[in-house]
């Protein structure tokens, strides 16, 4: 009992020193984790120099399989007529 009574506030400090590390643990884990990206909204990607072009947009499309020849060429023949 007498030995419990003497390491008494050593221990607290220990605990005070490890919940301290810990802290500063999760705060330097959160700081090195890579900001996320956001989607730019509508009004943010209004800027044309912002904005991929069209035809760019429908080649990989293409290229990806999302879409058939007879729809590329159709939506790249629009393209064309709006320009």
Do not use: C, N
């Not at 800027?47 to 990989?60: Q, S």
Request: charged fraction near 25%; aromatic fraction near 10%; hydrophobic fraction near 50%.
């Amino acid at each position: 009992m007498m030995m419990f009574g003497m390491m008494g506030p050593w221990m607290w400090l220990l605990y005070l020193a490890l919940l301290g590390l810990f802290v500063v643990g999760v705060v330097w884990f959160v700081r090195q984790m890579p900001a996320v990206q956001q989607v730019p909204t509508p009004r943010e990607a209004s800027h044309p120099e912002d904005m991929e072009d069209p035809k760019d947009v429908l080649r990989l499309r293409y290229a990806r399989g999302e879409i058939t020849r007879e729809q590329y060429l159709t939506m790249l023949k629009d393209l064309d007529e709006a320009a």
